[in-house]
């Protein structure tokens, strides 16, 4: 998250890096936060540990990035990345890909995550996949709004240099002042909730069973 964060302030700050693309690499365009790391700090003594995870997250600042961001999505898409990729302007997916938010199957809740995906996806669709951690394809992804365009899996980088293209030919600053407006028409919640259940037993115990592979306390079994 802090290289992410570093390399758009830096992409802002340099000539020619209009639009600023994110990747992921090997299998996974983004699979979020570590949840090892994030016991850790869950459990540390230290009060303060937890605010590191906070302090470094990129998705504000990709949001708000003074370019044009296109996600270029080659692979699994859940939580922290689907985040970033909602963060982005544009999103051009591998049919392959999957998208889902899995975080309540660890006891946690974001508000960012709801806000940033409120004005893409109809309501009754974002509780569903919030309530259920369930992935969906690309295709559905897609279908529901929630990701730009879809690509066989061999087109991806073509089809990013295509869109590049096509953002050149309009103006830098009227992009920047639509970027600005949209977003000043679509504010992203604060965070505060993410501590909120970051405090909460139920997420200590989710992360302990993900640590130890086992289903957690409050994950109840069907009819039961």
């Known amino acids: 998250y802090r290289d992410l ?11 020619g890096a209009d639009p600023t693309v994110i990747t992921g690499t090997g299998r996974a365009f983004g699979t979020g936060g570590d949840l090892l ?18 302090d470094n997250m990129a ?3 990709v949001k708000h990035s003074g370019k044009t961001t296109i996600a270029a999505i080659n692979g699994i898409c859940v939580a922290g990345g689907l985040a970033i990729a909602s963060a982005c302007d544009i999103q051009i997916s591998i049919r392959s890909a999957t998208f889902g938010m899995p975080e309540a199957r660890m006891g946690i809740a974001s508000s960012m995550i709801p806000s940033l995906l409120m004005s893409k ?20 992804a897609e279908r529901i709004g929630l990701i730009t365009e879809v690509v066989d899996d061999d087109a991806l980088e073509a089809r990013v240099q295509e869109v590049i293209r096509e ?6 600053n009227a992009r920047r ?3 600005e407006n949209i977003n000043r028409l679509l504010p992203v919640a604060p965070n505060a909730d993410l501590y ?3 405090s909460s037993q139920e997420c ?6 993900f640590k130890e592979k086992s289903e957690p306390g409050f994950a109840r079994k069907e009819g039961k």
Do not use: C, H, M
């Open 5 to 15: 964060k570093t390399a758009v302030r830096l992409a802002n700050l340099t000539d």
């Open 37 to 54: 790391e994030l016991l850790s700090r869950i459990e540390s003594d230290d009060p303060l540990a937890l605010f590191a995870y906070d």
């Open 59 to 61: 998705f504000e600042t």
């Open 121 to 140: 996806i109809s309501l009754s669709k974002l509780k569903y996949l919030l309530y259920t951690a369930k992935s969906i394809s690309a295709t559905e």
């Open 167 to 172: 953002v050149r030919r309009t103006s830098p």
């Open 177 to 179: 002042l639509y970027s």
């Open 196 to 198: 909120r259940a970051f």
């Open 204 to 209: 200590r115990d989710g992360l302990r069973a």
